[in-house]
């Protein structure tokens, strides 16, 4: 069964989620872990999900200080004021806690459909990243010592953990 939403005329609230938006909330957002700060906007006449934000835990130290977060709304509920009213959420909880700013909680693509829409809630560049290949024929003798030398001090159940 198809839904119709229509939020100029039948508007939406905010909440912080519950237990019975963790699935929404998952479908919206599935790249955010847990122990985030999840708020969701629920249309007013289906009271169903029509977006959700997400704020992490950890503050980036790097001045301006602040969390990473997530927004997502669903296509037929955007440029109706959803998103950033789940901004304004998210940053009034963030200044609570001393943030200092806000950040997209993963790597956005320079020219892509995503910074667009980061842009368009007025977020700007913080920084870029630079990728380079290397070979690692050229840099592996070079590190073989050094790890063999720190190895002991690396837990065997370490693990990498991606940054973005």
């Given at each position: 069964m198809a839904v119709e939403f229509d939020i100029a005329r039948s508007g939406f609230s905010l909440r912080p989620a519950t237990e019975t938006d963790v699935q929404a909330c998952r479908m919206l957002l599935p790249t955010i872990g847990?122990?985030?700060i999840w708020i969701v906007a629920v249309d007013g006449r289906h009271?169903?999900?029509v977006g959700a934000a997400a704020m992490l835990p950890?503050?980036?130290r790097k001045p301006p200080a602040g969390p990473g977060m997530a927004i997502h709304v669903?296509?037929?509920c955007r440029q109706a004021g959803v998103?950033?009213?789940l901004l304004d959420e998210l940053s009034a909880a963030a200044?609570?806690?001393g943030a200092q700013a806000l950040y997209a909680a993963h790597r956005v693509e320079i020219g892509s459909a995503a910074m667009r829409a980061w842009?368009?809630?007025g977020f700007v560049p913080a920084e870029s990243v630079q990728e380079h290949m290397?070979?690692?024929d050229q840099f592996e003798p070079q590190l073989a010592p050094l790890l063999d030398r720190l190895q002991h001090r690396i837990p065997h159940n370490a693990q990498v953990i991606p940054l973005y």
């Open positions: 847990g122990g985030a009271n169903l999900v950890r503050m980036r669903i296509e037929p998103g950033g009213s200044a609570t806690s842009q368009w809630m290397l070979p690692v």
